[in-house]
């Protein structure tokens, strides 16, 4: 006994030395199981919510081109999404079930319909495959997204199958352990760095949200005015053998002011919409157009306006640039900037210029009048952003006009500028890139 007692001592070393490594290895794979779903159960909730707020518009309008290119990314990425309509019915399914098959009374369905928000993880009917679920609710519907858990712990699968293969290595386990280690860190933070992408798009997404509540808002408390003065001036007209001819004058002047302020306000809405659907198509082949014909184009059709309101309105030099642009689109830019000066700047004269600037051109409407303040040319190019010395003055304007210049602008892959002028006024540019 005493001679093999030192022979066992290092067997026993070794096997409880192999077997402390079973144990934390053991231990570290269900820690990293739990840890696995739970970064997989947020990933999806994550994922869900963005799928809501994308699919929101196109379920109200029955766009059902985009909701089917988007069921053919989930399910390029192994991920089955399913859109269920307010009783409980399916509306779409990325693995092909059919709109007709009935009610789904699953739990996460029935909560995203009364919360907004449900989750579950069970097992498919077949009770082979468990799956991660996740709905959100998107307006009058409820997208749902779901995981083969399968593939949710195919980490920890390769995790088992390593341990086998150090098990069988004997010594290399300690390596293994340690390059597991490191595998698990790297995907922590890979899952963070995905976790992050995605709080970025669903922050784009709730700010275009707000940016288009607060434009039919605004919208709405512009079309509001005219409105309001067409109304009064129709109303107190219903009494025209009552009142007298300077009255009626009054007020039928009022009615075709008010009237053409929201003929302008509607059709400046309609060129912003036009703007922004060729800026979010594929790109535009414009064809070869003189700079300069545009520019003195929109100065003869303002002349006559421009003498009424006792402003000279000059020409001032024009290079002959031509460029791949839309004609009709630039006259309109530089028609508003040159409306905007007549109305708002208060200067007695107003030069229009074209510039050769490298291979593009700078189109620049200058005065000298009253100027903007400089804690308001960061937003005169904003919609519905006037100049509260031009609101103030009643001189009219729908707030739409530099906001379309500059969309104009963007479409051509320029910008517009505003530039302060010595001793006052302001110069803007519309900078074109050839």
């Known amino acids: 006994m005493k001679r093999r007692f030192p022979e ?27 840890a696995v779903e739970t970064w997989a159960l947020r990933d999806l ?6 799928a809501a707020a994308s699919l929101r518009a196109p379920l109200q309008t029955g766009d059902f081109r985009r909701i089917h290119a988007f069921g053919d990314e ?70 749902r997204l779901a995981v083969p858990r399968e593939r949710v712990l195919a980490p920890v699968r390769r995790a088992g199958s390593s341990f086998v293969l150090a098990a069988l290595a004997g010594g290399t386990g300690v390596v293994l352990v340690f390059l597991f280690t490191r595998r698990l860190s790297a995907r922590m933070a890979e899952v963070a760095r995905e976790r992050d992408a995605q709080r970025r798009l669903v922050d784009e997404l709730r700010r275009i949200e707000r940016f288009r509540r607060d434009f039919i808002a605004d919208l709405s408390h512009e079309i509001k005015t005219p409105l309001t003065g067409i109304l009064g001036a129709a109303d107190l007209l219903g009494d025209w053998e009552t009142l007298k001819p300077g009255d009626r004058t009054a007020l039928l002047d009022a009615l075709k002011r008010e009237s053409g302020r929201l003929n302008d306000l509607a059709q400046g809405v309609l060129s912003l919409a036009r703007i922004d659907h060729a800026a979010e198509g594929a790109a535009r082949e414009f064809a070869d157009a003189d700079v300069a014909a545009a520019a003195e184009s929109a100065v003869g059709r303002l002349r006559s306006r421009a003498e009424a309101a006792g402003v000279e309105l000059r020409l001032g030099r024009l290079d002959r640039v031509v460029l791949p642009c839309d004609a009709e689109l630039l006259e309109q830019a530089v028609a508003n900037l040159v409306e905007n000066a007549i109305r708002h700047s208060g200067a007695a004269r107003v030069d229009v210029s074209v510039e050769r600037r490298g291979e593009g051109a700078a189109l620049a409407v200058e005065d000298h009048g009253a100027g903007i303040p400089e804690a308001e040319r960061e937003r005169v190019f904003e919609r519905f952003h006037r100049v509260e010395s031009a609101r103030a003055a009643g001189s009219g304007g729908s707030g739409l006009g530099l906001a379309i210049v500059r969309g104009i602008a963007r479409l051509h892959g320029g910008d517009a500028v505003l530039l302060p002028v010595s001793p006052s006024g302001c110069r803007f540019e519309i900078r074109l890139r050839c």
Do not use: H, Q
């Open 8 to 34: 066992f001592l290092p067997s026993a070393a070794a096997l409880l030395g192999f077997a402390a490594f079973v144990a934390a290895f053991a231990s570290e794979r269900r820690s990293f199981r739990t």
């Open 45 to 50: 909730r994550a994922r869900t919510e963005l």
């Open 74 to 143: 989930c399910a390029a990425e192994g991920v089955r999404a399913t859109v269920f309509s307010p009783p409980g019915g399916i509306v779409f399914d990325s693995a092909g079930a059919s709109p007709a098959a009935g009610r789904d009374g699953r739990p996460e369905v029935a909560a995203a319909f009364a919360t907004g928000e449900g989750s579950a993880m069970r097992r498919s009917n077949a009770g082979r495959t468990s799956f991660l679920y996740c709905a959100r609710k998107s307006g009058d519907f409820v997208v």
